[in-house]
């Protein structure tokens, strides 16, 4: 399988508890994405990565929430003292960062709720 | 404030018709990109703008961007049920950095 991986799929959680997720971006692409979308809406930007360097963090993107890609690869999105307003789709995104405009290729993304 | 707004944001339509989804943004920019997402799944994309003036077709879908207005169109010819769906426009104002701005989607559905 080429494409982006996400895992888990699902998670339930109870308040206060951290929670991480793992995006396995495909193998060639340098850029990586982590959005969230709400049910009726569209993903909203929260940080992304050019190879193993965090370049930008959406102001969405309270200190609550961590994101690594170590050695450029495979990258993790960890929430602490997870709130009920955290529930949402986190989306992974991949891309090959070139002169054809950034098309970027989604995972399934991570369900997560939080009771 | 970045601004990308779709319309209609819900589209009942029949099998065969016609339409045009529109999407219009706050700030310019030359590249912008359509996506389509089933229920539960995730986005797939569908078109790639890159320069005003450019139009882009594939089977029954049709887009295209318009720099000087802001402006991008999804055109919709005959559809078919299998074209229910919801649709994202998104517009990348940094080549990348903060990602791009999503509209909050047109959901579509095809009625046989």
């Known amino acids: 399988d080429t494409g982006v991986s996400q895992n888990p799929r699902h998670k339930i959680t109870k308040r206060g508890q951290n929670v991480t997720f793992r995006c396995d971006p495909i193998s060639e692409h340098n850029r990586l994405y982590w959005y969230r979308q709400t049910l009726g809406q569209g993903p909203e930007f929260l940080t992304y990565f050019q190879n193993e360097a965090q370049l930008e963090k959406s102001r969405l993107l309270s200190d609550r929430f961590s994101a690594e890609r170590p050695k450029g690869s495979f990258s993790t999105l960890e929430i602490q003292r997870t709130e009920q307003g955290d529930s949402a789709m986190y989306l992974c995104?991949?891309?090959?960062?070139?002169?054809?405009?950034?098309?970027?290729?989604f995972g399934s993304g991570t369900q997560l709720s939080v009771l | 404030e970045l601004k990308v707004e779709q319309n209609p944001l819900f589209l009942s339509m029949q099998e065969g018709k016609n339409y045009t989804i529109y999407c219009n943004y706050s700030?310019?920019?030359?590249?912008l990109y359509w996506y389509r997402q089933d229920p539960g799944k995730s986005l797939e994309s569908l078109f790639v703008l890159l320069s005003n003036g450019a139009v882009k077709q594939e089977g029954r879908l049709m887009a295209s961007l318009d720099t000087k207005a802001r402006l991008s169109t999804l055109h919709i010819t005959a559809a078919v049920h299998d074209l229910s769906a919801t649709y994202f426009c998104?517009?990348?104002?940094?080549?990348?950095?903060?990602?791009?701005?999503f509209g909050k989607g047109t959901h579509l559905i095809i009625q046989p």
């Open positions: 995104a991949s891309s090959l960062l070139g002169d054809g405009g950034e098309k970027l290729f």
């Open positions: 998104a517009v990348d104002y940094k080549g990348g950095a903060d990602g791009l701005t």
């Open positions: 700030t310019t920019s030359d590249r």
